[in-house]
């Protein structure tokens, strides 16, 4: 049968060169040549094409193939979307295959190189022509790689066109782009780039109605089945005549549910053997990742509860489908689709959505406390808050803010740190459940280091080894204590050998952790708790002594 090509009102502006071309035609238009760069979808180019109706619906109807005689129903259809679409003018090669199967197609268009969904809502011709009411289907195409979360916000205004499409008394036709080709960057190419893309659109059909035109499945199976057939120009993204060919193919099936006859000859010069074998994928396309087709969308029937096991069998409200099979095993609970042991889930601790704390854990489902040391992340700028002594050179004020952060989130009697002496990177202090601190009066720290009387010294660093020293008269490895002291008397908290060790290196060791390392400063501790951490314990402190090149520091176990 030969093809009807109904004459096309071309308008292109070409913003750049301010050039308007207009002209009407019954042939081919062709695809203005470009290469490089110029084949992008440039946004500061506005390219619209606005396709006459055509022929009426009667002089369709004497041409197309009726199954009992009776003139086939014409459809309107509008493509919204951009140079995707525009590439040799996809919606003239869908009016070619619907009237050579026998289901003519009237299209009109509104195209905008390089627009997204947003873009098109926002200058509102697409609205406009949508809120008429003329269309029985609306093909919505966003920006490439749009549907992925990047540019424009697929999220937002894909609803919006679907609200708006059901609203006219039109079925919407989600046109699922393609992944870029075998010579793009890893992120933009693959079945799993493609699967995301067409999820995205899948979602937005089932939530807003319409159906899915799978057109970047259909490329990768063509890759596959007819590997030297061309699919993409030179930049990777936009089709040549044969991948907007295939495109064609998969839309007129989508809107049509047949499979399309190619006509004689093809269109945009095609052999027809190799349009024939694009046309016969439209209704053969595999669904990706391992997914079942169920009415027109992929779905996963091992864990999908709206399809489990087989398509249209829905799992109850809140239940998930596991391996097929609706519900939780035995012993689990639906938490948000997941089965959770909540016995002893962190995140659902007796209950759903129940969390515990850090430094906390799930068991017999009550949060509680956990091991003897919880790193807590944190900042310096946090910590700063809490006590603003707490600077790169203030590890005493540190100290105390890191405590204060500890038993604010319970499990904890101390804390030592930060990790990081470097505003404002973020990083952890330790938070520690056992021993204790004690009081002890400065009377007995000046003992230990005459520096620290607790008048003209008590926090320095005198008073840094003096806490150090009390603590090893005490039959312990060592400790540290906390400013701000109150009265006469200072927070002090030693470490015993299940707790601690005292590791002594020379200077030099402690710079190659942290250039700027100064003793008693928040930039030497970064030195010590990194020390520590390279020989194996959850974390370090220090230095603890000073002696000519040599430093002493505690690192701390689990």
Same mark, same amino acid.
């Given at each position: 049968?030969?093809?009807?090509?109904?004459?096309?009102?071309?308008?292109?502006?070409?913003?750049?060169? *301010?050039?308007?071309?207009?002209? /009407?035609?019954?042939?081919?238009?062709?695809?203005?040549?470009?290469?490089?760069?110029?084949?992008?979808?440039?946004?500061?180019?506005?390219?619209?094409?606005?396709?006459? %109706?055509?022929?009426?619906?009667?002089?369709?109807?004497?041409?197309?193939?009726?199954?009992?005689?009776?003139?086939?129903?014409?459809?309107?259809?509008?493509?919204? =979307?951009?140079?995707?679409?525009?590439?040799?003018?996809?919606?003239?090669?869908?009016?070619?295959?619907?009237?050579?199967?026998?289901?003519?197609?009237?299209? !009109?268009?509104?195209?905008?190189? =390089?627009?997204?969904?947003?873009?098109?809502?926002?200058?509102?011709?697409?609205?406009?022509?949508?809120?008429?009411?003329?269309?029985?289907?609306?093909?919505?195409?966003?920006?490439?790689?749009?549907?992925?979360?990047?540019?424009?916000?697929?999220?937002?205004?894909?609803?919006?066109?679907?609200?708006?499409?059901?609203?006219?008394? /039109?079925?919407?036709?989600?046109?699922?782009?393609?992944?870029?080709?075998?010579?793009?960057?890893?992120?933009?190419?693959?079945?799993?780039?493609?699967?995301?893309?067409?999820?995205?659109?899948?979602?937005?059909?089932?939530?807003?109605?319409?159906?899915?035109?799978?057109?970047?499945?259909?490329?990768?199976?063509?890759?596959?089945?007819? %590997?030297?057939?061309?699919?993409?120009?030179?930049?990777?993204?936009?089709?040549?005549?044969?991948?907007?060919?295939?495109?064609?193919?998969?839309?007129?099936?989508?809107?049509?549910?047949?499979? %399309?006859?190619?006509?004689?000859?093809?269109?945009?010069?095609?052999?027809?053997?190799?349009?024939?074998?694009?046309?016969?994928?439209?209704?053969?396309?595999?669904?990706?990742? =391992?997914?079942?087709?169920?009415?027109?969308?992929?779905?996963?029937?091992?864990?999908?509860?709206?399809?489990?096991?087989?398509?249209?069998?829905?799992?109850?409200?809140?239940? %998930?489908?596991?391996?097929?099979?609706?519900?939780?095993?035995?012993?689990?609970?639906?938490?948000?689709?997941?089965?959770?042991?909540?016995?002893?889930?962190?995140?659902?601790?007796?209950?759903?959505?129940?969390?515990?704390?850090?430094?906390?854990?799930?068991? /017999?489902?009550?949060?509680?406390?956990?091991?003897?040391?919880?790193?807590?992340?944190?900042?310096?700028?946090?910590?700063?808050?809490?006590?603003?002594?707490?600077?790169?050179?203030?590890?005493?004020?540190?100290?105390?803010?890191?405590?204060?952060?500890?038993?604010?989130?319970?499990?904890?009697?101390?804390?030592?740190?930060?990790? /990081?002496?470097?505003?404002?990177?973020?990083?952890?202090?330790?938070?520690?459940?056992?021993?204790?601190?004690?009081?002890?009066?400065?009377?007995?720290?000046?003992?230990?280091?005459?520096?620290?009387?607790?008048?003209?010294?008590?926090? *320095?660093?005198?008073?840094?080894?003096?806490?150090?020293?009390?603590?090893?008269?005490?039959?312990?490895?060592?400790?540290?204590?906390?400013?701000?002291?109150?009265?006469?008397?200072?927070?002090?908290?030693?470490?015993?050998?299940?707790?601690?060790?005292?590791?002594?290196?020379?200077?030099?060791?402690?710079?190659?952790?942290?250039?700027?390392?100064?003793?008693?400063?928040?930039?030497?501790?970064?030195?010590?708790?990194?020390?520590?951490?390279?020989?194996?314990?959850?974390?370090?402190?220090?230095?603890? !002594?000073?002696?000519?090149?040599?430093?002493?520091?505690?690192?701390?176990?689990?």
């Amino acid at each position: 049968m030969p093809s009807l090509v109904p004459s096309v009102r071309v308008l292109v502006a070409f913003a750049s060169l *301010g050039v308007v071309v207009s002209c /009407s035609t019954t042939e081919e238009v062709p695809t203005p040549a470009c290469e490089g760069a110029a084949c992008a979808e440039p946004r500061s180019d506005a390219s619209v094409i606005d396709a006459a %109706p055509g022929p009426d619906a009667g002089a369709l109807a004497d041409a197309a193939d009726g199954a009992d005689g009776a003139a086939p129903k014409v459809e309107r259809v509008l493509f919204v =979307g951009n140079s995707y679409t525009e590439f040799n003018d996809l919606p003239r090669v869908v009016r070619e295959l619907g009237a050579e199967t026998g289901a003519p197609i009237v299209t !009109e268009a509104v195209l905008v190189g =390089g627009a997204t969904l947003s873009d098109h809502w926002s200058k509102g011709d697409a609205n406009g022509k949508i809120d008429k009411g003329n269309f029985d289907a609306v093909v919505l195409q966003g920006q490439s790689l749009e549907a992925l979360g990047g540019e424009g916000d697929f999220a937002t205004y894909a609803p919006r066109f679907g609200d708006k499409v059901k609203a006219a008394g /039109s079925r919407a036709v989600w046109y699922a782009t393609w992944a870029r080709g075998p010579g793009a960057s890893a992120n933009m190419r693959g079945e799993a780039v493609a699967n995301r893309i067409e999820q995205a659109y899948s979602k937005v059909a089932i939530a807003k109605g319409g159906k899915v035109a799978r057109v970047g499945a259909a490329f990768l199976q063509a890759q596959i089945r007819l %590997p030297a057939v061309p699919l993409y120009i030179e930049d990777q993204s936009h089709p040549t005549k044969e991948g907007t060919f295939l495109a064609a193919c998969t839309i007129a099936h989508t809107l049509t549910g047949k499979v %399309p006859r190619v006509p004689d000859p093809a269109p945009l010069g095609i052999p027809r053997a190799t349009a024939q074998a694009l046309c016969n994928l439209a209704a053969d396309v595999r669904c990706l990742e =391992g997914g079942e087709l169920c009415d027109g969308t992929c779905f996963k029937l091992q864990t999908d509860p709206k399809h489990c096991g087989t398509c249209a069998k829905a799992c109850a409200a809140g239940d %998930p489908c596991i391996v097929g099979q609706c519900g939780c095993p035995n012993g689990t609970t639906a938490c948000s689709l997941e089965c959770r042991y909540l016995q002893s889930d962190r995140d659902h601790c007796g209950a759903c959505g129940k969390a515990c704390d850090a430094g906390r854990y799930c068991s /017999s489902g009550a949060c509680v406390c956990s091991g003897s040391s919880v790193p807590v992340a944190v900042s310096l700028p946090q910590l700063a808050a809490i006590d603003p002594g707490c600077t790169e050179l203030g590890q005493s004020a540190c100290d105390n803010a890191a405590k204060q952060v500890c038993l604010s989130r319970g499990c904890a009697a101390t804390g030592l740190g930060p990790a /990081s002496g470097h505003a404002p990177s973020g990083d952890s202090v330790l938070c520690l459940s056992t021993p204790v601190p004690a009081q002890v009066d400065y009377s007995a720290l000046q003992a230990m280091d005459a520096r620290c009387d607790g008048v003209t010294e008590r926090h *320095g660093e005198g008073c840094v080894t003096a806490v150090n020293r009390y603590c090893q008269s005490q039959g312990t490895v060592g400790g540290f204590g906390h400013y701000p002291a109150t009265g006469a008397q200072v927070a002090v908290t030693c470490l015993g050998t299940s707790r601690a060790l005292a590791v002594t290196v020379d200077n030099s060791a402690l710079q190659a952790q942290a250039s700027r390392c100064v003793p008693h400063a928040v930039t030497c501790n970064t030195a010590a708790w990194n020390l520590c951490k390279s020989f194996g314990f959850v974390a370090g402190v220090g230095p603890v !002594e000073a002696s000519a090149d040599l430093r002493t520091v505690l690192c701390v176990r689990n």
